[in-house]
Each structure stands twice: as structure tokens, then as C-alpha cells.
């Protein structure tokens, strides 16, 4: 068409002889311009313009990248965000554009452009709660956070501590405020709630030496773990400085903390009491139909009574981090496993067996835990001696 009209032939002569609109030869006309045609592109364009109106200028998407490497390189703050990116511009270029592109702009401009291509990490679906034992992730079993809240202290008055605890599925919580929440205590709070509300398959805790004994000394079965396997309730004791294994404890923690302890003025501890009661029967009625939905507890037995001088039976579980030099530290014991160092493995020590097992634990693959290892061990005979 363009060949034609250019050789003299009009442009409605060419649209009635190739059966076309004259719009069209038109249209392909002023495409061509004054270009020679063998050096034309003659390949279909998308409709509308090349660049969307709202899309920001090609200059200033460089003016951007330019001020973000200038801030990295040169900023005494070291900081080269969008934020600090759009604060330098408003200063030094006005002169240069016309408007400063906004903060969520600029990073728009610095994701199509591919600087966060090198930071960005894969998002993975967390691990089902209680992932470290596979029955409590298969909602098979229940189990029950123990954890102490120390250093409250009422005006003119004693120091309060306070033991907490919370189921994980039913979210089945209870609360202790006492001036001292050591081991035999925590004895008498475990077994009321249990006696109450019926047990768990498990009892969490971290390291403390309430729950967990002294650590100074080896082979160290604690009253309160004596307590649990004298009512088959398996103990488990989480990674050291670890807080996500304990993340339901921690979060009630926190909300008993700014509901009852900072939200009142509290004149004696019979106070804190009295709040903490009416705190968590309000708790417990709005959680009805999640405790209703967990898995079912155990009736506790009856007249049963603690011998902190029977041979502990049954199974102690230790959750733990694997150190450098290969091994894993509980029971005032260092064991060494078939695993890389930083990685997390599950220790199943097996009282009534002499063994302990090791099975590799990771948070991407929760349902994937073989067994790596088995040593011999056998709890020592001695007579107990603590709170």
C-alpha cells in the first residue's frame, strides 16, 4: 500500500483494488512515513501507547536508581530504602523533576527494575502447631505449656510470681499468682489443674530449674517430671533460648501480663488473685468451643498420690539444637548424632527400654522425622533427693 501511494497511485484507488478501508491504507501511509520501506518494522503493535500514561517516566525511574545507589554508597546513615531515597530527592532535585515520586512508588520502580530480585526469600507454609511431635500436629493428642512469670512487684509490697498454663489445641488456660513459684508448688498447681480439667498426653516447659532440676548434676529426673510420669504425662523440654517452641505459652504470658497485672492497681496479692480468677474464667468461657473441639484428656486416676521415690518410668522427651562440634547437651549428658551442626533433633530418652532415640526434626519437612540414631542409657538407681 505504502509503495503504491508513493508512486503516484491515490490512496482510495488502492483501498478499492486490494478490497481494504481507506482508513487502513491511510493508517499504514503514516506508519511508513518518509522511511525507506525494506528498513521498516512491519509487525503488529499493541493498541494504545507504547508506555501507560500513569507509568512513571523513564528518567526519573533512573534518577531513582541513581539517588539509591548514591544513598548506599555514600550515606553516613547507611540507609538507602525507599524512604530515604524519596526524603533526598525532595531536597537536591526538584530543580530536576517536576514532582518526587512517592515512597510506594519508588518501590514499585525498584521491583520492576530487580533490585529486590537478590533479597526476596521463598514464603513457606508454617508448620502445623506442636510439629515436633506428630501426634499433637495430627491433633491426636493434647498437650499442656507450663511457664513462670516472675518479677512483678506490688507497690510497698512482696514480689509476685506467677505460673501459668495453657493447652495447645483446646487453648485451656489457668493462672497462679504466688510470692513463690518454685517446684513444690508448681507440684500442687499441675495436679489441681489436672485433677480438674483431666491430662494431657504431654507437659511442655523450657529449662528452668523448677521443672527441669538443678543442672549442675547428671542423670537429673526433677520432682516436677516425676510428677508427669507418675501419671503417664510425657515431659518435653525445648531448645534453650528458643521461644517459638513455647509461642501459645508466651502469648498467653503476655496477655495475662497486660490484662490482669497492668491494667490494676493491686493492693495485696489476695488482689491479683481475685482479678486473675475472674481474668480467666472469661478466658475459658471465650474459648468454650475450642476447648470443646481439642482432643480429648484423660481422666486422672483415682486416689492416686505422688512417690517422688519410685524409679521414674515411661519417657522423657528432649528437644534440642545440634552444636558445632556435633552433639546434643540434656540430662547433664552430651550425646553426639548424625546431623549437621544448627539442625534440630527430638531425643526420646526411653526409661523403661535403656535407650534413647534421635530423630531428625525440620520445620520445612514437619511430617518428615526418621530416626537417626539409638544409644544405650539406663537412669541410675539413687534415692531422690529435692523439693
Not at 55 to 67: F, K, N, P, S, Y
Not at 196 to 208: R, S
Not at 270 to 279: G, N, T
Not at 376 to 387: A, N, T, V
Request: glycine share 6%; aromatic share 8%; with cysteine.
Amino acid at each position: 500500500m505504502a509503495a503504491a501511494v508513493r508512486s503516484g497511485e491515490s490512496m482510495r484507488s488502492v483501498a478499492g483494488r486490494l478490497h481494504v478501508s481507506l482508513d487502513t491504507v491511510q493508517r499504514w501511509v503514516e506508519r511508513a512515513g518518509d522511511q525507506p520501506l525494506d528498513q521498516l518494522d512491519w509487525s503488529d503493535r499493541p493498541d494504545g501507547p507504547r508506555q501507560p500514561h500513569n507509568r512513571t517516566a523513564t528518567e526519573i525511574e533512573d534518577e531513582v536508581l541513581a539517588w539509591r545507589q548514591k544513598l548506599r554508597d555514600e550515606s553516613d546513615l547507611g540507609e538507602y530504602g525507599a524512604l530515604a531515597i524519596r526524603a533526598s530527592m525532595e531536597v537536591a532535585t526538584r530543580a530536576v523533576i517536576e514532582a518526587v515520586p512517592s515512597v510506594r512508588t519508588i518501590n514499585r520502580i525498584l521491583e520492576r527494575r530487580g533490585i529486590f530480585d537478590s533479597q526476596r526469600r521463598p514464603r513457606t507454609n508454617p508448620p502445623p502447631r506442636g510439629w515436633h511431635l506428630p501426634d499433637v500436629a495430627d491433633r491426636r493428642s493434647e498437650l499442656d505449656y507450663f511457664d513462670v512469670v516472675g518479677g512483678l512487684v506490688i507497690a510497698d509490697g512482696p514480689e509476685i510470681e506467677v505460673l501459668n498454663g495453657i493447652s495447645l489445641h483446646g487453648g485451656l488456660a489457668d493462672a497462679w499468682p504466688t510470692t513463690s513459684a518454685n517446684a513444690k508448688f508448681a507440684r500442687w498447681a499441675m495436679e489441681a489443674r489436672w485433677r480438674a480439667w483431666g491430662l494431657p498426653t504431654y507437659a511442655q516447659f523450657d529449662n528452668d530449674t523448677r521443672f527441669q532440676g538443678p543442672h549442675q548434676h547428671a542423670d537429673v529426673v526433677s520432682s516436677v517430671m516425676r510428677l508427669c510420669l507418675g501419671l503417664k504425662v510425657t515431659p518435653v523440654f525445648v531448645p534453650p533460648r528458643e521461644p517459638g517452641f513455647q509461642a501459645g505459652m508466651e502469648s498467653f504470658n503476655a496477655q495475662w501480663q497486660l490484662k490482669v497485672w497492668n491494667r490494676f492497681r493491686h493492693a495485696d496479692l489476695e488482689a491479683v488473685c481475685a482479678q486473675s480468677v475472674r481474668y480467666v474464667e472469661a478466658y475459658r468461657t471465650r474459648r468454650a468451643a475450642r476447648i470443646g473441639a481439642a482432643p480429648e484428656r484423660r481422666l486422672f486416676p483415682e486416689n492416686w498420690t505422688l512417690d517422688l521415690q519410685a524409679h521414674p518410668a515411661g519417657k522423657l522427651i528432649y528437644i534440642r539444637r545440634v552444636t558445632e562440634q556435633g552433639q546434643v547437651s540434656f540430662l547433664g549428658r552430651e550425646f553426639r548424632v548424625d546431623l549437621p551442626a544448627h539442625r534440630l533433633a527430638r531425643c526420646e530418652v526411653m526409661l523403661d527400654d535403656g535407650c534413647i532415640r534421635f530423630f531428625r526434626l525440620r520445620r520445612r519437612e514437619p511430617f518428615n522425622q526418621p530416626l537417626i540414631g539409638e544409644v544405650e542409657y539406663s537412669l541410675p538407681r539413687r534415692k531422690f533427693h529435692g523439693d
